[in-house]
């Protein structure tokens, strides 16, 4: 008995070392695994830092490096200049002509933004109203609904000579409250407002007050907002829904509106807009990276206790001129000071609307940096109008155009376009959902110009405009708008637009790839426990400390309002520059053209300005390196790794059965002409793989002038689109095979085979694949092969 229990405790003993040791080389594997996972993730780290840094020393080195060499080949010539042998007695006549000319621009530069304090002094005491060039009427103030708020609806009086017409679409244009006030889409003749004027649309233009009502809150400004475009619509009941273009932050707002009220706009554009705000290239766009470098969503609430409930938008003005401080604290004065006389008028009309500092409630800046910029939260389908009320970007069913640009350093393509990728799982989604979201990019232009620059208002903007009035008829997908070829000068100048079908791998291809956003959620979760922080212990005492004459004395010191305000009539200092101005204008002394103290000036000027964006550039440099080699070590990883989920995406067999899918392909085969018709050319579209303009209008023609489909009303048409387009897409060859189940009769499926040649034009300006699918349909309906062109609309001539 005791030597069977020897044995099995030697048994028992042998079992447990060799599972201890099995267990331990599991242990070593799992630790060995970690390690491995943990050196990959410091190999992808240290790759992202090296790739950042090489971009930025190659940016820096090449454009320095060349600006450098301008430089000195222009001190070269200005040494050239003085030492020719006829200077020396005329060096000194130049010295005097241009120390007269320097004074006589100092004054005037001084006049003018003594002028520019002045107007800023009477625009606060104003009310701070919008800059809008156009006479207008107020229609709906925001104050007085139920839930209140400081938007206003104004309709834009047409000028003089220009015509608008009540049946026309209307344009609602949302102009960007990011500390600045309105007015900027319409301070121009040449803007959106005056764009869609000239066209006789009729405009509205959702502008707001200084100063936020009482617990006013995002929710409150998007539900007026959807009030202000019901208004818009009961006022045109001819008219199809109404466009609304919403501009940088007007954007987003444009998206909420549209996500949060499906059935209410028609197509909508957003200009320049930050949807994605995590994304950007490594190298680029530094303005991302601030939540990580100086703090997340604690210091808009720190600054709005200081401002007793109420945030000061100069802060965020200042955080955009610090983007560029070259452009903002130097080259613009000293772009007046070179010619004063002649930039004096624009300079003044720009700095109206950028010295116009307005409030923000902290609700409403809080919602804009935990939602969006710092929480990312709006494309991960997790943002949170209001309490239970989540914003779903699926849910926009009017066509959605996007205006990005390469040269747009706070809101760059990325931003601007990776939320489709986060919210679609492919383009055959977005069309099997009947969506439309066509974009643009542009080479060159900056975040501003987008919306204000006038040569994008004459091109850009006037062919957006013409195209969203067939814009409908454009097959569900996605698509890249170009502007292709110029025809004509001057106001007689036209573009060729076109539209390329695009795939979600085309919008990838902005990006460098998107490991790098992975540390954002890192500071996303940061950011969230400073804020309970904050809020824990700091806030009550900042609460109790900023009184309301503690917030208005704050405001009033804020340097970029002080800077105005002591250049101004206000100051005694400055009284005699009026009159020294008056007689300068009077009798002006301008140095010579050839003069090389011009020169030279000019020379010190371009050094200044490359020494400010040297130093601005080591600092973007600085911030990038700094963040990455904080948050996206594997710590910071784990750290973040709550905060990296993304919505969940369905694949193709979970879309094919969806309810809706399932029901288009039970109708394969029911229908009549209508069906047939859109079926052909939406196969004729996905043969094509893009679509020029005069094509589209063709197209138009047919659904909007044309029986059966004239008498359909819009959403009919779109359900229409909708159901032919998943039929297309999920069984393309039965979609073709059933077509003579649609035209049981020979004259319809005559018909509806010219109507398909009529849309894609002359035979000569065809695809071969286009031709090959007409053809297909000619066979599959026993119609004649094709012959002669179909130039004319045969269903006009049919009826």
Not at 160 to 172: L, M, N, S
Not at 637 to 644: E, L, N
Request: proline share 6%; glycine share 6%; charged share 25%.
């Amino acid at each position: 008995m005791a030597e069977r229990s020897i044995n099995m405790w030697r048994e028992n003993a042998v079992t447990g070392m060799a599972e201890a040791r099995e267990g331990g080389q599991e242990l070593l594997g799992a630790q060995l695994q970690t390690s491995s996972a943990m050196l990959a993730q410091l190999a992808k780290t240290s790759e992202m830092l090296s790739r950042g840094a090489s971009r930025q020393f190659d940016r820096i080195s090449k454009t320095h490096a060349a600006r450098m060499r301008r430089s000195f080949e222009a001190l070269q010539s200005v040494m050239e200049q003085m030492a020719r042998p006829e200077r020396p007695g005329r060096l000194v006549e130049a010295w005097r002509d241009y120390g007269h000319d320097v004074a006589n621009r100092a004054v005037l530069t001084l006049d003018t933004l003594r002028e520019r304090g002045d107007i800023f002094l009477r625009h606060e005491a104003e009310g701070c109203p919008p800059v809008l060039i156009y006479d207008y009427e107020v229609v709906m103030d925001g104050a007085s609904l139920p839930q209140p708020c400081n938007y206003v609806l104004l309709k834009i009086l047409p000028p003089e000579g220009c015509e608008v017409h009540d049946w026309k679409r209307p344009y609602i244009i949302i102009d960007p409250r990011a500390g600045h006030g309105a007015g900027i889409g319409g301070f121009k003749p040449d803007s959106q407002v005056g764009v869609a004027l000239r066209d006789g649309h009729p405009v509205y233009f959702v502008s707001f007050r200084r100063e936020p009502e009482p617990g006013q809150t995002l929710a409150s400004v998007t539900r007026a907002e959807a009030e202000f475009v019901r208004e818009v619509k009961r006022r045109h009941p001819d008219a199809s829904n109404p466009v609304v273009t919403g501009n940088c932050q007007g954007g987003w707002a444009t998206l909420l509106l549209a996500a949060t009220n499906p059935d209410l706009t028609g197509p909508i554009c957003i200009n320049g807009a930050p949807v994605a705000t995590w994304a950007g290239e490594v190298g680029s766009h530094p303005m991302r990276y601030n939540a990580g470098v100086l703090g997340g969503a604690w210091q808009p609430m720190f600054w709005a206790d200081m401002g007793a409930g109420v945030f000061d938008g100069a802060h965020l003005v200042m955080n955009f001129e610090m983007l560029n401080p070259s452009r903002s604290y130097f080259r613009k004065y000293y772009d007046l000071f070179q010619a004063p006389a002649q930039s004096r008028q624009r300079f003044l009309e720009f700095e109206k609307w950028w010295g116009g500092f307005f409030l923000l409630n902290e609700a409403e800046i809080r919602w804009i940096v935990e939602q969006l910029f710092v929480g990312n939260r709006l494309v991960k389908n997790e943002a949170r109008l209001e309490p239970g009320r989540i914003v779903d970007l699926k849910n926009i069913r009017a066509p959605i155009i996007v205006f990005a640009s390469h040269g747009d350093n706070i809101t760059p393509p990325q931003q601007a376009l990776n939320w489709i990728l986060d919210t679609y799982a492919d383009a055959s989604e977005i069309q099997i959902r009947g969506q439309r979201i066509i974009y643009m990019v542009h080479d060159q232009i900056g975040h501003l110009g987008i919306f204000v620059s006038s040569k994008i208002a004459k091109k850009e903007h006037t062919e957006v405009t013409s195209t969203l009035k067939t814009i409908e008829a454009l097959a569900p997908g996605l698509y890249e708008m170009k502007i292709d070829d110029t025809f004509g000068h001057g106001a007689e100048k036209e573009f060729t637009v076109s539209f390329h079908e695009r795939a979600l791998d085309d919008i990838r291809a902005l990006d460098d790839g998107r490991d790098d956003e992975v540390a954002f959620a890192a500071v996303a979760r940061a950011s969230e426990m400073q804020a309970g922080a904050y809020e824990l212990m700091g806030r009550p005492v900042i609460q109790a400390l900023a009184t309301q004459p503690v917030a208005r004395m704050g405001r009033a010191q804020h340097p970029l309002r002080m800077q105005r305000a002591l250049m101004s009539s206000h100051n005694p200092m400055l009284s005699p520059l009026p009159r020294l101005a008056a007689a300068i204008e009077t009798q002006p002394r301008r140095a010579a053209p050839d003069n090389p103290f011009l020169a030279a000036e000019k020379l010190w000027a371009d050094v200044i300005e490359q020494s400010l964006d040297f130093a601005r550039d080591i600092r973007d440099a600085w911030y990038e390196w700094l963040f990455f080699a904080t948050w996206s070590t594997p710590w910071a990883r784990a750290f973040g790794r709550t905060h990296q989920l993304r919505r969940t995406l369905k694949n193709d067999v979970e879309l094919k059965n969806l309810p809706e899918v399932q029901a288009a392909l039970r109708n394969m085969r029911r229908g009549g002409f209508a069906e047939a018709v859109i079926r052909m050319l939406i196969l004729l579209a996905e043969s094509r793989g893009n679509v020029r303009r005069d094509r589209l209008e063709r197209s138009a023609r047919i659904l909007t002038q044309d029986e059966p489909f004239r008498s359909m009303t819009a959403d009919e048409r779109k359900l229409l689109i909708q159901e032919q387009t998943m039929i297309v897409h999920f069984e393309p060859e039965h979609a073709i095979e059933s077509l003579p189940a649609l035209l049981p009769r020979k004259k319809e499926r005559e018909l509806a085979c010219k109507v398909v040649r009529y849309v894609p034009g002359a035979q000569k300006e065809m695809a071969t694949h286009t031709i090959e699918t007409l053809q297909r349909f000619h066979e599959i309906l026993g119609v004649a092969p094709l012959n002669d062109d179909v130039l004319n609309d045969p269903m006009a001539a049919a009826e």
